[in-house]
């Protein structure tokens, strides 16, 4: 009887029909030079074994535990691998031992054929664990559960939390007892290595399924990771002749900022030398001159980048390349792709058409013209910049009679949420609480924006002691006229009330201000769990 075993399994692309066309540079020299082959004809219709041996070496750990034990033994390790790779229902298949998938070319290998495979396998209400990607907080994280669970018991955001890797076990199914599926698809049952030609004969028929748009998995059509290198490098290009020819594809974000306040904002690069108060594709443009003509992917990948100085002095200038800087969209054989802190996703047309309809519907314009924030110039006369979110928002409460809450913290002992700030800029009379923020260019700062003035208005709207407290701050930084009026204000809860969020940027090159897609999702769906609540939402711009 077959042992119980756990394998890998990789797919080449289409096309690939040469074994040694699975391997990198490196190994197919390795190969050349010496390699050492195995033929078989008992798995598929045909494999060869190719085995990798590395130069006996010395333990790494071994001088360290020299430094307390004497007379220890001279002695080298051997590390070795294989990779076995064979042709069975007219595609070549790989399967590696050890370290062997380290030989891999990951351009010539189906890099969603083990995801594909597993969620056309598992059942979404069985899963193990899932490895996802959040667009909106740029955080990349694994679920696990000691037990199966169902998919939406993970907290899985249709659209926020990418399925990077799915694992589970299968029931009732003689493909496999457990799958874990990503590039690779990784299979463990009670088999004999032969009998991988079978599993792979019959993973291929689920790869090109689609039974998943039935389940939940559906979530993956809607924005997918872009993990091909190939299709990597076309977009990369692609990017660059949109820069080039001057289109409105893109924008420049700092990815990651600090919350302290960002002062000036620079280009980098050779021959560019740009202190700017505004974070904008034109200024780079601006700052190549005639070298725009001739930019290309590695300038962008490498050379060029944008970095940031803060109010801070004692914290160092942040630094980024100005792919790792773009967001924004583009369309490639006609399907539809978006750039995020250097990662390409693809995205769903209809989605992407219901995300931009909720952020037109909550855009609100102003019925004045609003304070502008101050733009100053350093001493030397050679940076250009804007006073601090507080100076802007401490300007704001003055002009328009509201109280500025900027910097002052909550806290109820006890409470999950001890310590936040409820807004920037409250407005009693008008029932808003207003967050405020510089700049709508990066992603993961707007949508811990959004999270943010969600979160607080569930603890206002949620725990009697910090609507309590809040009225004693206001009594405390204004007087007791006002926080009478915000008693009162209250007496009905917050129905009524509107959550703002006021974004001071530049308009886009069309005249219209945007944010990057990926917080627009946020902002979707933290308006409707604010909507859920009964309070209203509202964006609004303030022009630079």
Wanted: proline letters at 3%; hydrophobic letters at 40%; one cysteine or more.
């Amino acid at each position: 009887m077959a042992k119980s075993k756990t394998l890998t399994l990789y797919l080449a692309k289409e096309g690939v029909n040469d074994f040694k066309d699975v391997f990198s540079d490196n190994a197919q020299k390795t190969i050349e030079a010496g390699g050492e082959i195995f033929h078989s004809e008992k798995l598929g219709d045909s494999a060869t074994a190719y085995i990798f041996r590395n130069p006996p070496s010395k333990p790494k750990w071994l001088p360290a535990l020299g430094e307390i034990i004497d007379g220890l033994p001279e002695f080298t390790n051997l590390t070795s691998c294989a990779v076995v790779v064979f042709k069975h229902a007219e595609r070549v298949w790989i399967i590696p031992f050890a370290h062997g998938w380290t030989f891999i070319n990951d351009e010539r290998i189906v890099m969603d054929f083990g995801l594909k495979v597993a969620i056309n396998s598992l059942s979404d209400e069985k899963v193990r664990r899932i490895d996802s990607n959040h667009l909106g907080e740029a955080m990349k994280g694994a679920l696990q559960s000691a037990f199966q669970r169902d998919l939406q018991s993970f907290g899985i955001d249709e659209a926020l939390d990418l399925v990077r890797r799915v694992s589970g076990r299968i029931e009732g199914d003689d493909f496999a007892k457990s799958l874990s599926g990503a590039t690779s698809l990784k299979v463990t049952k009670e088999m004999d290595l032969s009998e991988m030609a079978d599993i792979a004969e019959e993973a291929i028929s689920r790869y090109n399924s689609d039974a998943y748009k039935k389940t939940a998995f559906e979530i993956i059509d809607k924005v997918r990771p872009v993990p091909d290198r190939t299709l990597q490098n076309q977009l990369d290009q692609k990017a660059v002749e949109s820069i080039r020819d001057g289109r409105d594809d893109f924008e420049l974000s700092l990815p990651g900022w600090s919350e302290d306040d960002v002062v000036y904002y620079g280009l980098y690069g050779p021959g560019i030398r740009d202190r700017l108060p505004d974070l904008l594709l034109e200024n780079y443009r601006n700052a190549l001159g005639e070298k725009l003509k001739t930019l290309n992917v590695e300038q962008i990948a490498k050379k060029h980048g944008v970095l940031a100085e803060f109010s801070n002095d004692a914290q160092s200038k942040q630094r980024s390349s100005i792919k790792k800087s773009l967001v924004g969209s583009i369309t490639l054989d006609g399907k539809l792709y978006a750039i995020s802190e250097g990662e390409w996703y693809r995205l769903d047309e209809q989605f992407k058409k219901a995300i931009d309809d909720a952020f037109k519907k909550l855009i609100e314009d102003w019925p004045a013209p609003p304070l502008k924030i101050i733009k100053k110039v350093s001493e030397d006369g050679k940076k250009t910049g804007y006073e601090t979110e507080l100076a802007y928002n401490q300007r704001c409460a003055e002009e328009y009679d509201q109280i500025c809450l900027d910097q002052e913290i909550f806290s109820i002992a006890g409470e999950q949420h001890n310590k936040l700030e409820l807004c920037d800029l409250l407005d009693i009379d008008g029932r808003r609480l207003i967050h405020v923020k510089k700049s709508s260019r990066q992603s993961s700062v707007l949508s811990h924006f959004f999270k943010q003035g969600s979160n607080s208005a569930k603890v206002l709207a949620t725990i009697p002691e910090m609507r309590e407290q809040l009225i004693e701050k206001i009594r405390e930084l204004s007087d007791d006229k006002a926080a009478e009026s915000l008693t009162a204000a209250l007496e009905h809860d917050f129905r009524g009330w509107t959550i703002e969020f006021h974004i001071i940027d530049a308009p886009r090159n069309d005249g219209e201000f945007r944010i990057p897609f990926f917080s627009r999702i946020t902002l979707r769906d933290e308006a409707r769990n604010l909507g859920a609540m009964q309070f209203k939402v509202a964006l609004r711009f303030i022009p630079t």
